[in-house]
């Protein structure tokens, strides 16, 4: 049984363009809710033995010290997250002293997590992660093109790269999108982790083109004088239940840490998991049925 | 070729046993710390500082070396003073910055923490300042005079009052100027001298209800008066005595003895000592520091002054008896006890007339004056204990300007006091009894061990040669971190437990050989983290647990490709040849993308580092197993199925297999 993939490529690649537009206006509009890893500031989180008090009143505690754009969530039964702005050490430990002495007389209050990052550092982590997603994008696209230069007709090397480079845009977009979104009715913020996990899904989406771009570069090395799509199609059908299963196998554990793996790395792992699904699907309907355009449009322009 | 794979094979089979059941027995546990892994502090608790360097007043040459000089102080600070067995200490430069990491795991109490790093104990020594502020100009001097004139003529009249037979407790309710006392008729209840020593030794002469005939002067003023009643206070105990000390006893500097040659040399002066002889041997044996001099002579002491082993020995004994050989941390003891006494108390009422000194009009600026030695000067701090009290006591040793100035300072304050001043607030006021020219000198504040520990640590480690000023800081508290640590240990078995189901399920035999692979590669990369070191994060566990997923995609591409071959009516073996060739630089392609991710990830730095290291071990470690274990397993298991191929186990079977095959195989 073979499905063709490619014969109904234009309506995988409108779909495809459409997420990617809508992700782009979730962007726009939106835009990434940056955390206090870029910006700087702090995150102070701290839990209740009972009785967590109103978000008014523990925001009402903290203009009382003068800080202001604090933004107070709830998270868990018992505990809050606060974000504030850069604090010193003695401002920490004002904040505290007040926090205990305002609600935690008859109840105890444990701080379970503070970070607080200066302007100084966020900036260089901000350039770091700029120079990494730029680096990373670069390394790849080199070592596609490397990979790819014994094949050279009847589709260039670079524009297998270059394929691979799209699809994977796709997938950093989805994930983007998805968290513009998540941002933007949840507070959901991007981190140093979600910089990771993009970087990751960069890596593991080209990882799963180059698989079915390897299976269409062996086919075409062995029989030459079929069509150039039944090629694409071939590769993708004897791939699919390897793509499939591969990112069964890499969700799974992804799943059940999501799941079960607590709060911190909750959205880290969701970033991944919607990269590497997306990765997965890009290579399939997105890079092959590329291939296939651009191998037509060169012949049309012979 | 069989003999050589189960040879490759079974060594893997027995080490995986091992490291699996070892690695096994770790994950199962949520203490793993004790296990030696190495925990990031998001799943052990602790606190991640960054700090910034102002190097603006050093020259760009000299800038690093500060640095490193700085990160030098904090590591021994934080090693020393916090006890913190691993910190991870390091400098990088950012741009022209220079920043200073402080990585503390386990450490609770980070407030302290960052007291201890970042602020330099400023010792000081300061001397009574008695000179004003400034000289009393002519007015102020004639005002003074003329106050204490008064003052004066205030007393004499009071005086010839209670000559002429007036009633002590109506002139103190018309002369005294004792707020606290004058309407409760001068008593000041029973003293002792150290409170008020003119009144007290002028008590010590008089009898009750004496009244004294001229003024007592004291430093508030002039007093007059009168003695109500004694009383015994505590018992005193005057004693000397003979301490040999013995290596590892406390204090034990040139420990001449060990603890059984001690004894023995304590048991032969015991013979020997009498009441007469006893100062000269213990100014000819004695190993405390000074008893040449002082023949051993503690002089009065009252109870909880000495170490209780001590004063257990002495109390009770008759006077001029010698007691011991006595065990104390210092060493052993044979102790002579000269004198007991009950401390006298006196009831004493008076008359206070106030009078007037140049520092009541202009009070000095300070009560305590600087004189230039400071912890600058310091060639050594320790904790030592008091060889009487048993008091614990930080031991300071001055280098030569120090020992210098240290002199001088004592030389003219004899009889006075001098104030020993840490961080702006004084810790320990000692009287200096004679001039010290040794450079060697003790703060007796009233120190726990550990509290006299970290000021000797602190004043060891000396100044920042930088200011450094905190930039970053990530705290995690330590239940915070174990629950991390056993939510993602659980969804990791969950995740494991999951993929080898389907492994399992679906390629079935391969499947197995998987999954054994699989188990391999978890042992192989969790020693791994081990041997090398690498820091387990929150992050760290999920590129682990992702690396496992990826790690199964080696062998899903071989299986599939196997399966393929398979179809095509290939026999087993060669199938099995060809499908790791032919996935091969599909595997190597993916992972490389992989890497070159991790790459920069791990230069990112962070969080990022974590995850990268623990996701391209996991592939490094993948590549390895998912290809050449399982190899070596499938070459191995292939001729247990010796039709040459295809059973039932396998994906595709193809039963009827023609005999070109076989012509292929040979």
Redesign the interface.
């Known amino acids: 049984m073979t499905i063709p993939f490619i014969k109904y490529s234009r309506f995988w690649l409108f779909l495809s363009a459409a997420v990617a537009i809508v992700s782009i206006v979730f962007l726009v509009i939106w835009g990434l809710k940056p955390g206090i ?1 870029f910006t700087g500031g702090s995150l102070l ?1 701290v839990t209740f033995e009972k009785n967590r008090p109103a978000l008014d009143k523990v925001e009402g505690t903290f203009s009382e010290l003068g800080l202001k754009n604090t933004i107070i969530q709830k998270t868990g039964d018992t505990s809050l997250i606060v974000r504030t702005n850069f604090l ?2 003695d401002q ?2 004002l904040v505290l002293r007040q926090l205990r002495s305002n609600f935690a007389t008859d109840n105890t209050m ?9 302007s ?2 966020s900036t ?2 901000r350039t ?2 700029l120079w ?1 997603i730029i ?2 994008n670069l ?2 696209i080199l ?2 093109a490397y ?1 790819f230069r014994q094949v050279s007709r009847p589709v260039a090397s670079w524009k297998y790269g270059l394929l691979a480079i799209i699809a994977l845009i796709h997938d950093v977009l989805l994930v983007m999108g998805v968290f513009a979104l998540l941002g933007h009715y949840f507070g959901v913020e991007v981190d ?2 979600f ?2 996990a993009l ?2 899904v ?3 989406s ?3 083109t ?2 079915v771009y ?2 269409v570069r ?1 086919n075409l090395l062995r029989h030459n004088n079929e069509n150039f799509g039944d090629t694409v199609n071939a590769g993708l059908n ?2 699919l ?2 793509s499939i ?2 990112t ?10 999501f ?4 709060m ?2 909750h959205y ?2 969701l970033a ?1 998991i919607i990269g590497i699904i997306s990765g997965a699907y890009s290579s399939i309907f997105i890079a092959s049925p590329l291939l296939v355009y651009v191998e037509k449009w060169q012949r049309k322009n012979a | 070729m069989l003999i050589v794979c189960s040879a490759i094979v079974l060594p893997g089979q027995i080490n995986r046993g091992i490291d699996f059941v070892n690695n096994k027995a770790n994950l199962g546990l949520p203490k793993l710390p004790s296990n030696g892994f190495n925990l990031g502090l ?1 799943l052990q608790g602790g606190a991640h500082l ?1 700090y ?1 360097a102002k190097t603006d007043a050093i020259e760009g040459k000299d800038r690093a070396s500060a640095v490193e000089g700085v990160r030098d102080v904090i590591e021994r600070r934080v090693r020393g003073g916090l006890g913190v067995a691993e910190p991870l200490v390091q400098t990088t430069q ?2 022209g ?1 220079y920043r200073i990491i402080v990585e503390l795991p386990g450490v609770t109490d ?2 302290q923490a ?1 007291k201890m790093i970042g602020e330099t104990p400023v010792l000081e020594f300061k001397e009574e300042n008695n000179t004003p502020q400034r000289d009393l100009t002519a007015e102020e001097q004639k005002q003074l005079t003329d106050f204490n004139k008064a003052a004066l003529t205030k007393v004499n009249q009071a005086l010839a009052d209670l000559k002429k037979g007036t009633d002590f407790a109506t002139a103190v309710t018309k002369y005294s100027e004792d707020d606290s006392t004058k309407n409760n008729v001068g008593d000041l209840g029973f003293i002792n001298g150290d409170i008020y020593p003119e009144i007290y030794n002028w008590a010590k002469t008089a009898k009750d209800g004496e009244v004294s005939q001229k003024f007592v002067s004291s430093t508030t003023g002039y007093n007059i008066l009168k003695r109500i009643a004694q009383k015994d206070g505590d018992k005193q105990v005057s004693a000397s005595h003979i301490l040999i000390c013995y290596m590892g006893a406390s204090n034990c500097d040139n420990a001449k003895y060990t603890k059984a040659e001690a004894l023995t040399k304590i048991t032969e002066l015991k013979k020997t000592a009498t009441i007469q002889n006893f100062a000269q041997l213990a100014k000819d044996n004695s190993t405390e520091p000074g008893a040449a001099q002082s023949g051993g002579v503690l002089g009065y002491f009252k109870q909880g002054q000495m170490v209780k082993a001590f004063e257990d020995a002495v109390w009770n004994v008759p006077v001029s008896t010698i007691v011991g050989p006595v065990e104390t941390d210092f060493g052993y003891h044979l102790i002579y006890k000269t004198g007991e006494q009950q401390e006298k108390l006196y009831d004493v009422a008076r008359i206070l007339v106030k009078t007037k000194t140049a520092t009541d009009i202009v009070p000095p600026q300070e009560q305590w004056k600087d004189t230039g030695l400071s912890g600058k000067q310091l060639k050594r701090a320790e904790v030592s204990q008091n060889n009487t009290t048993g008091d614990v006591q930080v031991s300071l040793q001055f280098d030569d300007s120090g020992t210098k100035l240290f002199g001088d300072i004592t030389t003219r304050n004899v009889g006075k006091q001098v104030a020993i001043f840490l961080d702006g607030s004084p810790i320990s006021v000692p009287r200096v009894d004679e001039p010290i020219t040794s450079g060697s000198a003790v703060i007796s504040g009233s120190f726990t061990l550990s509290e006299a520990k970290l000021l000797s640590q602190r004043l060891n480690s000396g100044a920042l040669p930088v200011p450094v000023e ?8 330590a ?2 971190g174990s ?2 640590l056993v ?2 240990i ?3 078995i ?3 437990i ?2 080898i189901l ?2 399992i399920l ?1 390629y079935r035999l391969p499947g197995i050989v998987a999954v054994v692979a699989l188990c391999l590669y978890s042992a192989l990369s969790l020693a791994l983290f081990k041997l090398i070191g690498v820091t387990l994060t ?2 760290g566990v ?1 590129g682990f ?2 690396s ?3 790690a ?2 080696a062998n ?2 071989i299986f ?1 490709r196997l399966k ?1 071959e398979l179809r095509l009516r290939k026999s087993l073996r060669g199938a099995m040849e060809e499908a790791f060739v ?1 996935s091969w ?2 595997i190597r ?13 791990i ?6 580092r974590g ?2 290291v623990t ?1 391209s071990i996991g592939v490094l470690v993948s590549m390895f197993t998912a290809i050449t274990i399982t190899r070596t397993l499938m070459r191995w298991i292939a001729p247990w199925f010796n039709e040459y191929g295809n059973w039932m186990f396998w994906g595709h079977q193809k039963p009827e297999v023609q005999p070109e095959t076989e012509l292929v195989k040979k």
Not at chain 2, 470 to 477: A, G, M, N, T, Y
């Open positions: 890893d989180e010193t050490e920490h430990q444990r701080e379970d997590r503070f970070e607080t990052i200066g100084s550092v260089q982590l770091r992660a990494a680096l990373v390394g790849i070592y596609v990979a140093i982790a910089v990771v970087l990751t960069l890596g593991y080209v990882n799963d180059i698989v390897d299976r062996e004897q791939t239940m390897r299963n591969t069964m196998k890499t969700t799974l554990p992804l799943f059940a840490l799941f079960f793996g607590g911190t790395i880290f792992v991944l | 998001d960054i910034q950012v741009g910055d980070v407030n960052i905190l930039i970053s800081q990530q705290k995690v508290d239940t915070l629950d991390s939510k993602s659980y969804a990791g969950i995740g494991f999951a993929v389907f492994m679906y929150l992050s999920a647990i992702l496992v997923g990826m199964v995609d899903v591409l599939e393929e032919r630089p599909s392609d993916s992972n490389i993308t992989t890497l070159i991710s991790c790459v920069f990830l230069w990112l730095g962070s969080q990022a995850f990268a996701l």
